[in-house]
């Protein structure tokens, strides 16, 4: 889901990490390090809303906004 939003984004990569580089950053730094930690199924209050991902442009189309990426709930 991530990857598939994500690969047409080439300007998110700087230098040598490509797509898939910044993909990994975003599973571990927002998802492992912060969500999980934190995650109560239980608590629909609590789910997230979106990643952050450094760079991002908006496009409504893909639910781009703020560097974020949204998720449906």
Known sequence: MLYERLKTE?????????????????????????????????????????FFCLGLEDDEDKKFMNMEIIFDQ
């Open 10 to 50: 080439m300007y998110l990569e700087f230098g040598s990490v490509a797509v898939d580089g910044q993909i990994e950053r975003i599973i571990m730094n927002e998802f492992e390090y912060k969500i999980k930690r934190q995650f109560d199924i239980y608590d629909e209050q609590k789910l997230p809303q979106g």
